[in-house]
């Protein structure tokens, strides 16, 4: 009996041009790099994920045990439970004033599956999606799977990483068909106002095609004010699809658990294309969804609490990196800060770092941190920092970036 094993590369070329357009995600793979080299009995420090370090609040545990003991394990209905729907919508009138009824609701396996849908139903091939830079890296691979085209809107650290009305305008053209953002912002952390979201609000309103889609899944950690969500102007509301979830305020990332708000026509798309991709998400899952929203936000306000002192404390230090510029993030747990006077620069082998990824790649393999490129955000010049770790672990990280940055020659 003879084996025949095919090539690496043979096996490629039957492979989808679809899958083999796709990037991996980075923030995934630098995780996945960090880990390795734990296993290797190297003290790792990650800060390379956006998963908050607590564990799920205690009711909403209890609230999954309950449903198992309840029987709830049967396939549920492809946009949720009517229950877990109609606490959304309480949630939505309750803390974000905003108008929306149980059809009008889709919940899905997390947040990004609630954007791979609304992305795979309103983009056809060549269909432009305007994105501002930096973007959570799957936003512009989901418009790869969509064969649309991504449009780009750069910002920088001068601007909070906001655009403004001008730089809107500009980019939409007659085959824009989306335009999509996240505020609090993955990976800047920053918001917009009410005010600055009028002033976009004023460029919608003239190019009625245009749809938008608010990724508003980091809403609860927020240092200004309150959450202001571009659903709540009228004009355009209609065509605002609204993104969130449970995974960031609640700490349930492992949970899968997600939804939209959106027009009825938009949401009835959505309902139909996950009834034919992944029906209803865990049943498990969303009883436990009901809990977090009917039950208060105790403790979410206990996190923000620490990731607000946390913020404070990695501020600090990384304005004491030569080298490095940053600003406050106003929301999220992350920073973005400039690291692009490292660019050039060699380690003790000689290896050049000619960009972003370099560097993290350099930090990870001379600091043992996990960070993220910001190549892989859309903006070369930064790196991303997660801060959902404990104070000692960050203090310890931030000393360590400083002194590998300390040795590039």
Not at 101 to 129: H, M, R, W, Y
């Amino acid at each position: 009996m003879f084996l025949y094993l095919l090539p690496h590369n043979f096996i490629m070329t039957f492979l989808s041009q679809r899958i083999n357009s796709l990037s991996e995600s980075a923030t995934l793979k630098m995780t996945k790099l960090g880990r390795e080299l734990a296993a290797k009995g190297i003290n790792v420090i990650s800060l390379s994920i956006g998963e908050p370090d607590f564990n799920t609040p205690e009711h909403v545990k209890e609230a999954a045990k309950k449903a198992l003991d309840e029987n709830y394990t049967r396939y549920s209905p492809v946009p949720g439970y009517p229950e877990l729907r109609q606490a959304i919508v309480n949630k939505l009138k309750r803390e974000n004033n905003l108008d929306y009824d149980i059809s009008q609701i889709v919940v899905s396996t997390g947040a990004k599956q609630s954007l791979s849908n609304v992305i795979l139903t309103l983009i056809n091939p060549g269909d432009e999606v305007i994105i501002p830079t930096p973007y959570w890296v799957s936003y512009s691979e989901m418009v790869v799977l969509a064969e649309g085209k991504s449009v780009f809107i750069d910002t920088d650290i001068e601007s909070n990483f906001k655009i403004t009305p001008a730089q809107l305008e500009a980019a939409i053209t007659p085959k824009t068909k989306l335009f999509m953002f996240s505020s609090p912002c993955n990976p800047t952390g920053s918001v917009y106002s009410k005010d600055e979201l009028a002033a976009l609000v004023e460029v919608f309103e003239r190019y009625p095609n245009v749809f938008i889609l608010s990724d508003e899944i980091y809403e609860h950690i927020n240092f200004v004010d309150k959450h202001e969500s571009i659903a709540q102007f009228n004009s355009i509301k209609e065509r605002v699809i609204v993104v969130n979830g449970f995974s960031k305020a609640f700490a349930m990332t492992g949970w899968r658990l997600g939804y939209i708000a959106a027009s009825k026509e938009i949401a009835a798309a959505n309902d139909k294309m996950q009834g034919q991709t992944t029906s209803g998400t865990c049943s498990i899952a969303q009883r436990a969804g009901i809990a977090a929203y009917d039950q208060g936000l105790e403790t979410v306000l206990e996190m923000k609490k620490a990731f607000a002192r946390r913020r404070q404390l990695v501020y600090d230090l990384l304005n004491d990196i030569p080298g490095v510029k940053t600003n406050l993030p106003d929301g999220a747990f992350y920073f973005f800060p400039e690291i692009s006077s490292f660019f050039g620069k060699k380690d003790a082998n000689g290896t050049e770092i000619k960009d972003s990824a370099d560097l993290a790649l350099y930090l990870l393999n001379e600091g043992h941190v996990a960070t993220v490129g910001g190549d892989s955000f859309g903006n070369n010049n930064y790196i991303r920092l997660s801060y959902a770790a404990s104070d000692e672990a960050l203090t310890e990280a931030l000393r360590r970036i400083k002194e590998a940055l300390s040795k590039l020659v």
